[in-house]
């Protein structure tokens, strides 16, 4: 079953890229494009889309307030969002987070990177663009750390596989990297994450990094 994808920007030439290099793709179908936010909002009901790629400028809203309403209203299925930052600062990357997204990327991405970004958030993952991952790690090292012992029962319960796998993630490596660097195969690098979220009580690759980090189990360069 095709993934169907709703394509947001301001520019002719982004909605018009971005829908002939997803339509190529013989698993997604690009069902509309939209420079309104409030239109975009419409086409998601109609489309019951599972993807909303999207440029942070369009008409009428703003993405994230594009993406704070939809998630609002519970849509079924509930679409998720690659968004495309025109820069990475700390205001922009915290805005777009808390609005709710499962795809940062920058406008250097390759359209490799786009259709895999597609792919990971329709299937409920996370993908961040390098310069994002780089600066959310950096912001790790340098906060306050948490007392660590509050993780230590957490901790506790991950078998030796699956905190090498972990720690693998946190230090930026992707699934295929982590399966390469554990000699194990792909689907097994998934079950592995699959244990870790339940464990965990954590959603996404962004929160298994992020839970690295507050229990003490990365150490700054």
């Known amino acids: 079953m095709s993934i169907r994808v709703l394509v947001c920007d301001e520019l002719p030439i982004v909605r018009d890229g971005l829908r002939t290099l997803l339509g190529s793709e013989p698993d997604v179908s690009v069902v509309d494009t939209s420079d309104s936010g409030n239109h975009a909002i419409m086409l998601a009901r109609t489309h019951r889309v599972d993807v909303i790629v999207t440029g942070l400028k369009l008409r009428g809203i703003s993405a994230v307030n594009l993406i704070h309403k939809i998630n609002a209203e519970k849509l079924t299925p509930r679409p998720r969002f690659v968004v495309f930052a025109t820069d990475d600062s700390d205001d922009l990357v915290s805005s777009v987070f808390q609005a709710g997204v499962n795809g940062i990327l920058m406008p250097d991405a390759t359209w490799e990177e786009v259709a895999a970004a597609v792919r990971a958030a329709a299937a409920g993952q996370t993908t961040l663009a390098p310069r994002i991952a780089d600066r959310l790690v950096d912001w790790f090292r340098r906060r306050q750390p948490y007392p660590e012992e509050v993780f230590q029962p957490a901790v506790s319960t991950l078998t030796p596989r699956e905190r090498q796998v972990l720690l693998l993630m946190a230090d930026g490596k ?18 592995h994450v699959y244990r870790l979220r339940c464990k965990l009580n954590v959603k996404d690759r962004a929160q298994l990094v992020s839970f690295a980090y507050r229990a003490g189990l990365m150490q700054p360069a």
Request: aromatic letters at 0%; zero cysteines; charged letters at 20%.
């Open 174 to 191: 992707s699934t295929e990297e982590v399966a390469t660097e554990l000699s194990i195969g792909l689907t097994t690098v998934r079950t």
